[in-house]
């Protein structure tokens, strides 16, 4: 049994950017058996739905964090947000190509309670801006003195 990643995305951009970015994500990912064919499909790499992983050069099931995500969408003219589990690692590379290919802001917020690790990435359309990882308990005490100052 793989372990849950928690992650928590929200990306920001302009509406337009977003609309393009929801379309792709509505309705979508239950198309594709891994996660690499449907976030190729999402960032434009790929305009179909026939993605067969043993075509795939890269030859990496977890390419962009993960095999699966399994995932809630909340939409708003401005602001994705996706929260849901993937298998053993956060979504961070899927989570800075689209911020780069759309142009966005981006955070993840993850946590994999088995292994104890947790953490924040933040991106910009040129990439990673700042990262903070730690324990879990350490992450979540951190939070907690955020919300104090």
Known sequence: MANY?????TL???EDAIAKLALKLTDTYSKFSYLNGWADYVLGIRDDFEYSFEDDERK??????SRWFDFDLEVTS????LNGDSA????????EELCK?????GIIYYSEHEMDFAGETR????GEVSRVEGTCDMMAYIGRCRLLA
Do not use: M, R
Request: aromatic share 20%; charged share 15%.
């Open 5 to 9: 990643c928690y992650n928590s995305i």
């Open 101 to 105: 290919v759309y142009g966005l802001e």
């Open 88 to 95: 053993w690692s956060p979504l961070e590379k899927f989570t």
């Open 78 to 81: 401005d602001t994705i947000q």
């Open 12 to 14: 920001q951009g302009s």
């Open 60 to 65: 990496d099931a977890h390419y962009y964090g």
């Open 123 to 126: 991106y910009n359309a040129d």
